[in-house]
């Protein structure tokens, strides 16, 4: 499996980006996948979780309200449409499938994808 991710870039605070992910190969069996994010010197952190068998979404709470974490049509891909973005939202962007659930972090046989940055100027 391949996650290739998009969609970065520098935005003002209060401004909006939406980033992409699109999982190729062996999908057939994957139904949850999620964002995480990195800021310099920080732990990779939760941002959003989606299972779309399920249909559930989970959210980390700095971001609760402003982020939303969707699939792409019925592809197995996912976006996440950012809004309000604030200075704290800099990090690298990850995208990663979950095999262990939307409440889980991407364990040995899930798989990341490459990044993308994000960096929002106060």
């Known amino acids: 499996v391949q996650l290739q991710a998009s969609g970065g870039g520098l935005v003002q605070a209060g401004g909006s980006l939406r980033l992409s992910c699109a999982a190729s190969?062996?999908?057939?069996?994957?139904?949850?996948m999620g964002w995480f994010r990195q800021a310099p010197g920080k732990e990779r952190d939760f941002v959003a979780t989606?299972?779309?068998?399920?249909?559930?979404?989970y959210y980390a709470d700095s971001v609760k309200g402003r982020f939303t974490i969707s699939r792409d049509g019925a592809k197995v891909a996912i976006t996440l449409q950012m809004n309000n973005l604030k200075p704290d939202d800099t990090a690298v962007y990850y995208c990663a499938t979950l095999r262990g659930g939307v409440d889980s972090y991407p364990g040995s046989d899930d798989y990341w994808g490459q990044g993308t940055q994000v960096t929002v100027s106060s």
């Open positions: 989606i299972n779309w068998s399920a249909r559930i979404t």
């Open positions: 190969g062996r999908t057939r069996n994957i139904h949850t």
